[in-house]
């Protein structure tokens, strides 16, 4: 049995915890450990069967009985902590981004390899169904050489304006999955990003810094063309689509629904909306993340988005932020 700790308590470290508890076999969670440890905290832990909760996440890592830490804190700690978590010996998985700084992500991936311990970052979307499926078909040659990749993202609604000063921007808080779903799916690396953004959605995410709609253009070592397109509100639901057209044909993805019924009256036809938002629509993505973490452990197999799955997304999103700040194409070859 892998006996597992969760650095942070917040949405994402109860989602993982739930999926663990859930739906993973072989494995069980000892402690969890958050910042502001309230009474809630521990009743929702207790719940899950968590016996442990600490304020201290030093106790997750000095405890010689947990084989393996989730790092599902604030985003500036997970880089310091996965190195310390590699130090002690622990797999680690962590949520993305590693890091904002590259040379930092680099540290963390040197003390994995030293410390010959497990490492998977956590892009959740590489295990959804409808993503899985067009990667087979990609795998599978059906769809020929791959031409144009398209991976449209819309949210249901803008985040705070608290949360946007302090997020890095759309393309790290974002788009970034949608960097590494052009990776996942094209099977190539990109080496050109040109990047156009507006505020187009709420004023205050200008006067922010940052913007809330984009299209990017990325151009792959294949001689394959992704396009991204972004909105931070999409008034019908949670917009998740991708295609990939190729020399031999095309394979693409609608948005998950409640259901398939279709209503047709004289007034229309009418059919569900999108999902609303990433919890119901990724949910049991994030649960099979979970269960490949674990059996990488176990059967000791690399884990399936590695330290340099993690670290790619991050510079095509430096290279996308220099390209709309510059109004050019940026070479990843500029800021790697």
Not at 63 to 82: F, G, K, M, R, Y
Not at 94 to 118: F, H, M
Not at 313 to 331: C, F, N, Y
Request: glycine share 8%; proline share 4%; charged share 25%.
């Amino acid at each position: 049995m892998i006996k597992i700790g969760i650095i942070g308590a917040g949405r994402i470290g109860r989602v993982h915890a739930e999926s663990l508890s859930k739906y993973v076999q072989g494995a069980e969670i000892k402690a969890i450990s958050d910042v502001k440890v309230s009474d809630e905290l521990k009743s929702w832990a207790a719940s899950k069967g968590i016996p442990h909760v600490y304020t201290d996440y030093q106790k997750i890592l000095q405890d010689p009985e947990i084989d393996a830490v989730l790092v599902c804190s604030s985003t500036n700690t997970h880089a310091p902590i996965s190195i310390e978590a590699a130090r002690a010996g622990k797999h680690i998985f962590c949520e993305k981004p590693i890091d904002s700084d590259v040379e930092r992500i680099k540290q963390v991936l040197a003390e994995v390899e030293k410390a010959g311990v497990k490492f998977q970052v956590g892009f959740n979307r590489r295990f959804d169904h409808n993503f899985k499926a067009i990667k087979e078909r990609v795998v599978s040659g059906d769809i020929g050489e791959p031409h144009i990749i398209r991976v449209t993202s819309r949210d249901p609604d803008a985040p705070p304006i608290d949360y946007v000063k302090v997020s890095g921007g759309m393309f790290f808080d974002m788009t970034i999955h949608d960097f590494d779903m052009i990776r996942y799916l094209s099977g190539s690396e990109v080496t050109e990003v040109y990047a156009s953004g507006a505020v187009l959605v709420d004023p205050e995410i200008g006067r922010a810094g940052d913007i809330d709609t984009a299209v990017i253009t990325l151009k792959l070592a294949n001689g394959a063309i992704g396009v991204i397109d972004n909105s931070r509100k999409a008034v019908y639901g949670y917009d998740q689509r991708a295609e990939v057209f190729g020399s031999k044909g095309a394979v693409q993805t609608r948005n998950d629904t409640d259901s398939t019924a279709v209503y047709s009256c004289e007034r229309g036809v009418i059919a569900e909306k999108p999902k609303y938002f990433f919890l119901e629509r990724y949910m049991q993505s994030f649960a099979d993340e979970m269960q490949c973490f674990i059996a990488s452990i176990v059967n000791d197999t690399p884990t399936a988005v590695n330290g340099n799955d993690g670290l790619q997304p991050v510079l095509i999103a430096i290279a996308a932020k220099r390209s709309l700040d510059e109004g050019r194409p940026v070479k990843l070859s500029e800021v790697a």
